[in-house]
């Protein structure tokens, strides 16, 4: 196995959850990407980089799948996000 990295892109964002919309979307974007685990995708702030914050919730399901919705989501998991 490859060793894994971390790519740090600060950007700005009004709060927690605009960050971790814009995490979300930068994440999915680049899912296409094998070498991308947008699942383990996290936000911080830029003064207290090692008090993480989860974007989406990435709870194992049957099958070997994840669940893709946001951390806090309300409802069951699901593999596939809903429009």
Do not use: I, Y
């Not at 740090?8 to 995490?23: G, I, N, R, V």
């Amino acid at each position: 196995m490859s060793p894994r990295w971390v790519a740090h892109l600060p950007f700005t964002a009004a709060d927690l959850p605009a960050a971790q919309q814009f995490a979300a979307t930068l994440a999915r974007s680049l899912s296409f990407l094998t070498e991308v685990d947008a699942g383990e995708t996290t936000v911080s702030a830029e003064d207290a980089q090692g008090v993480r914050h989860r974007v989406f919730c990435d709870l194992p399901l049957n099958g070997g799948r994840r669940c893709v919705r946001s951390v806090e989501h309300d409802g069951d998991c699901a593999t596939r996000r809903s429009r």
